[in-house]
């Protein structure tokens, strides 16, 4: 938090109280395009959840770690590589102002069902990776 402040960084710090959602278990939920469009419109993720991971910035969590664990699908227009510094502005404008779903969307549960804080899964959850050319493996 000190350095952030120091850097003048906008940031939220969420109080202790504050629900945490279950959001899925990387697993691809059959709904159709608007659907998965209203969902996105409605999710608090991409107004307040970009995800650093490594240095790969994501617009929500679902989309970050299942994009490291190749259970998601990563297009290229759905993060920013901050070691590339080519345009970065423009692209960071672009990638917060996104006005279609991600494709992590299709994979979200929408965080309907609250969980309790710190309570992580009891065992590692079930997940189908994605090849690099989209397919389930």
């Known amino acids: 938090m000190a350095q952030l402040k120091a850097g003048k960084i906008s940031h939220m710090l969420y109080p202790a109280h504050t629900p945490w959602f279950d959001m ?10 608007e659907e998965t469009h209203n969902l996105y419109q409605a ?3 991409k107004e307040g959840c970009a995800t ?3 240095h790969e910035l994501y617009l929500c969590p679902v989309a ?13 227009d759905e993060y920013v590589d901050l070691r590339d510094d080519t345009l970065l502005r423009e692209r960071l404008f672009r990638f917060f102002t996104r006005k279609t779903h991600l ?10 069902t609250r969980v309790p804080r ?11 990776s994605i090849s690099e050319s989209g397919e389930l493996s």
């Open 52 to 54: 650093l991971l490594g």
């Open 24 to 33: 899925g278990d990387f697993i691809c939920c059959e709904r159709s395009g």
């Open 43 to 45: 999710c608090l993720s």
């Open 103 to 112: 494709q992590a969307c299709r994979f979200c549960l929408g965080g309907k």
């Open 64 to 76: 970050a770690h299942g994009a490291a664990l190749a259970a998601v699908p990563r297009p290229e």
């Open 118 to 128: 710190g309570v992580q899964a009891h065992h590692a959850l079930p997940y189908q």
